[in-house]
């Protein structure tokens, strides 16, 4: 089969080495360029990154040599980004300008109106949106988003909840990981010994993608932006000393409140296109209950599903609102790269990969 060429923009990165594993082998998508800072560019991919992963690079990417994240110099009709808040924003516009398919990971275009900030199995929908833009841009090029590492989790948690009983608001805490902060992140003086209880701009990211994941199309052609879901969400965000994965502690209101069996079944029960179309990288179950009364536990569940689950447990009455429960996801997996990779699964299964602007291109 031929596959279509891919560039991972911000490469060498904490995402960007996540993306090498999750691309590396993939049976739709080849690596054809890889690209980061001028501090990297020019030099063979296995000397530029500081490879953080329990793994070896593959040998044909170590050698590949980084390109600057010029839109002239990289040619890929699909570039995965996971570059740095900073920059995102006006490089992501001048890739769709020029025609490629943005499979974003960073934050800047999340909430824009014509962009479609997706979960796979939580509104797929959504990517309706990606019409306005290439009228916009007046090119075949757009960008597509997937959330913040701990909003993605915490909507994954939600959207059964939500769209079989309706939620009225959420209350989540969050202990996230180190490799949250990309690499080398925090100092280690930091945080060895501390929670820091800070993350900046962690909490309004989480209170305004949950709304927008679970909202719904509006107008008559479902193109014309999104109604935000009607849920108020509150968010305490703090960094701990975990390597990965993001631990949340929840608390719901419901507008009807159900049994707690019920919960339990929605969360067992939770399915959405990727396991029904079998993309390569669903997990089996994205959500997944855990019935022990000390789990899901960071070190031993956050793997669950190739990092692809969000991993739910101790539901019980809330004093205050309804029900409260734990549930904890994998940072870089379906937090970052994970979901970026799955955003472009999607695409390709819903034929938004126009076949003819790769198939002069494709890599044998
Ligand atoms: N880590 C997570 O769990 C996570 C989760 C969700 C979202 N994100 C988002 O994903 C993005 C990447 O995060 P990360 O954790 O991988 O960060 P990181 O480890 O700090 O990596 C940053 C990457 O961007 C490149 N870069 C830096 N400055 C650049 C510039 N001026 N021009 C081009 N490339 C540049 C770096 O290249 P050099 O090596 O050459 O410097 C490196 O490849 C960020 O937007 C972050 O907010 C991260």
């Not at 002239?72 to 490629?100: H, M, N, W, Y």
């Not at 067992?268 to 855990?290: C, K, M, S, W």
Request: proline residues 6%; hydrophobic residues 40%; charged residues 25%.
């Amino acid at each position: 089969m031929n596959k279509i060429p891919v560039a991972i923009l911000g490469a060498t990165g904490l995402v960007g080495q996540r993306f090498i594993t999750l691309l590396h082998e993939h049976p739709w998508f080849e690596i054809a360029e890889l690209a980061a800072s001028d501090n990297s560019v020019g030099k063979k991919y296995g000397d530029a990154a500081k490879w953080q992963l329990p793994f070896e690079i593959p040998e044909s990417l170590a050698e590949m040599r980084v390109l600057p994240c010029d839109p002239e110099r990289v040619q890929a009709p699909l570039v995965f980004s996971a570059l740095p808040t900073d920059i995102a924003g006006d490089l992501e516009v001048a890739f769709a300008k020029r025609g490629a398919i943005v499979s974003s990971n960073a934050s800047p275009h999340r909430m824009d109106a014509d962009v479609p900030l997706v979960i796979p199995e939580v509104n797929p929908e959504h990517l309706a949106l990606a019409e306005i833009q290439k009228q916009k841009y007046a090119s075949d090029g757009y960008i597509i988003c997937n959330g913040n590492c701990t909003t993605i989790h915490l909507a994954l948690g939600l959207a059964p909840l939500h769209k079989r009983f309706g939620l009225k608001k959420v209350l989540v805490t969050s202990m996230q990981a180190l490799s949250g902060a990309g690499y080398p992140g925090v100092p280690s003086l930091d945080i060895i010994d501390n929670v820091v209880p800070y993350i900046g701009g962690e909490e309004q990211k989480v209170e305004t993608e949950t709304v927008k994941f679970l909202g719904k199309l509006k107008g008559t052609k479902g193109n014309e932006g999104i109604e935000y879901a009607d849920i108020r969400v509150s968010a305490h965000c703090n960094r701990v000393a975990t390597r990965d994965g993001h631990l949340e502690t929840v608390s719901v209101e419901f507008i009807d409140k159900p049994s707690a069996g019920d919960i339990i079944a929605a969360f067992d029960e939770f399915r959405g296109l990727p396991q029904e179309l079998n993309l390569p990288l669903a997990p089996i179950h994205p959500t997944v209950y855990r019935r022990e009364k000390d789990r899901p536990q960071v070190k031993l569940d956050r793997d669950a599903e190739k990092g692809m689950a969000t991993i739910i447990g101790r539901l019980r009455e809330c004093n205050v609102l309804d029900y409260k429960f734990v549930l904890l996801g994998h940072n870089t997996l379906r937090g970052a790269a994970g979901a970026t990779v799955l955003n472009a699964e999607l695409l390709y299964v819903k034929g938004m990969l126009e076949k003819e602007r790769w198939s002069e291109r494709v890599v044998e």
